[in-house]
């Protein structure tokens, strides 16, 4: 008696290639994150500093990348969090160890693991806050926090800062272990801060917003540690404008709930009675 045969599994259809480019540049991503890690083993400070940014590069194509092509795909956000993790948590973290944080013995580790940890628990939160339809629109314009990538160049800015002015005050463990517990709180607080994904320039802004990004881009060549220092002291000083208008646009909105709701409420009512 033969036996029935088993239903053939259907084959993978092609992937196509415009789909694999954003996870293309999420690898690529990981491998300047990791290539940060090597650098630093061997003390090439420059080269460490200038791959975890061109992982921040990478990390800020690879999600717009997916948007513009319709590549987005639960397999690209779960792998664009782990490369997150390791660019953003894992590798200034180790950066920042062999820098200078191991001269304080046990504690110096424990300050790292604090960042990595909350660089952990940021990501968690983002990615389960993902899927929330019930944000307001203006809501949309915020993070819950600072984001990883910002956080990792906020956390090792004393080792920018030391290639531009010398790193005897800048290399001190103490100086490092201020950053490192100030950036973890930030990371998983809840401070808004301004998300430039969906800001719109407005019209008589486009040539000068052009102009400024080339500027930026041949300031970043010329003087890269001094150019990357001041964007980073620029978004310390946006933290407390964008909690001002986040507050500020929160009220517009509750004041224009109200409003409507007491609207509603003297329809309702219907004419006064003669």
């Given at each position: 008696?033969?036996r029935?045969?088993?239903?053939?599994?259907?084959?993978?259809?092609?992937?196509?290639?415009?789909?694999?480019?954003?996870?293309?540049?999420?690898?690529l991503?990981?491998?300047?994150?990791?290539s940060?890690?090597?650098?630093?083993?061997?003390?090439?400070?420059?080269?460490?500093v200038?791959?975890?940014?061109?992982?921040?590069?990478?990390?800020?194509?690879?999600?717009?990348?997916?948007?513009?092509?319709?590549?987005?795909?639960?397999?690209?956000?779960?792998?664009?969090?782990?490369?997150?993790?390791?660019?953003?948590?894992?590798?200034?973290?180790?950066?920042?160890?062999?820098?200078?944080?191991?001269d304080?013995?046990?504690?110096?580790?424990?300050?790292?693991?604090?960042?990595?940890?909350?660089?952990?628990?940021?990501?968690?939160?983002?990615?389960?806050?993902?899927?929330?339809?019930?944000?307001?629109?203006?809501?949309?314009?915020?993070?819950?926090?600072?984001?990883?990538?910002?956080?990792?160049?906020?956390?090792?800015?004393?080792?920018?800062?030391?290639?531009?002015?010398?790193?005897?005050?800048?290399r001190?463990?103490?100086?490092?272990?201020?950053?490192?517990?100030?950036?973890?709180?930030?990371?998983?607080?809840?401070?808004?801060?301004?998300?430039?994904?969906?800001?719109?320039?407005?019209?008589?802004?486009?040539?000068?917003?052009?102009?400024?990004?080339?500027?930026?881009?041949?300031?970043?060549?010329?003087?890269?540690?001094?150019?990357?220092?001041?964007?980073?002291?620029?978004?310390?000083?946006?933290i407390?404008?964008?909690?001002?208008?986040?507050?500020?646009?929160?009220?517009?909105a509750?004041?224009l709930?109200?409003?409507?709701?007491?609207d509603?409420?003297?329809?309702?009512?219907?004419?006064?009675?003669?």
């Amino acid at each position: 008696m033969r036996r029935p045969r088993r239903p053939r599994r259907p084959r993978l259809k092609g992937l196509p290639f415009n789909r694999m480019i954003p996870n293309i540049l999420t690898l690529l991503a990981l491998c300047a994150g990791m290539s940060a890690i090597l650098f630093g083993l061997q003390n090439r400070w420059e080269q460490a500093v200038l791959a975890l940014l061109v992982a921040a590069i990478l990390d800020g194509l690879d999600g717009r990348v997916a948007r513009i092509l319709k590549g987005t795909s639960k397999f690209g956000a779960e792998l664009d969090s782990l490369s997150d993790f390791i660019c953003f948590g894992v590798a200034p973290a180790l950066l920042l160890y062999m820098w200078t944080m191991q001269d304080l013995g046990r504690l110096g580790w424990v300050l790292v693991l604090l960042f990595s940890v909350c660089c952990a628990l940021r990501l968690a939160r983002f990615n389960t806050n993902l899927d929330e339809p019930d944000l307001p629109p203006w809501a949309y314009n915020f993070f819950s926090g600072v984001p990883s990538p910002a956080g990792a160049g906020l956390v090792i800015l004393p080792v920018i800062l030391s290639l531009q002015f010398g790193d005897g005050f800048l290399r001190r463990p103490q100086v490092v272990a201020v950053f490192l517990v100030v950036v973890s709180a930030l990371l998983v607080s809840r401070i808004p801060t301004f998300a430039l994904k969906k800001f719109k320039v407005p019209h008589p802004w486009v040539l000068p917003t052009m102009l400024f990004v080339g500027l930026f881009a041949a300031m970043l060549v010329a003087a890269p540690w001094l150019t990357m220092a001041a964007a980073m002291i620029a978004y310390m000083v946006s933290i407390p404008f964008s909690v001002r208008a986040f507050r500020s646009l929160r009220r517009k909105a509750e004041a224009l709930r109200r409003g409507a709701e007491g609207d509603a409420t003297g329809a309702a009512d219907g004419p006064p009675a003669d």
